[in-house]
């Protein structure tokens, strides 16, 4: 199951994490964000151990979209060694995801 990163955990859980980790910026309201949670989910348990996959509720967490200057969800970024090395904005097939996940783990 993807992970919920917040405003309090979002240092130790992925600014701090040796692993690459995907970071999905989204909210209940948003139609696209929905239709790309299922893939979300399914990227988690396939590269479970190897990457850390997880969401932020852009509501519930507005700092960590200020600081990542997210203004479109969903927005998706790929994280390694505490920034920010890869994005993606907008629905997207799931082979876009994997494309990334692949060239930077």
């Known amino acids: 199951m993807a992970l919920e ?5 979002f240092q130790e859980k992925v600014i701090s994490s040796d692993k690459l980790t995907v970071v999905d910026f989204w909210a209940e309201w948003c139609g696209p964000c929905r239709a790309i949670g299922p893939v979300i989910e399914e990227l988690s348990k396939e590269y479970d151990g190897r ?7 852009v509501d519930h967490n507005p700092k960590l979209s200020i600081d990542f200057g997210v203004t479109s969800i969903p927005a998706i970024l790929f994280i390694k ?13 799931k082979g876009n995801f994997v494309k990334k996940i692949e060239q930077h783990i």
């Open 81 to 93: 060694g505490g920034k920010v090395v890869d994005k993606l904005v907008g629905a997207q097939p």
């Open 5 to 9: 990163f917040t405003d309090g955990n």
């Open 51 to 57: 990457v850390n996959v997880g969401k932020v509720n």
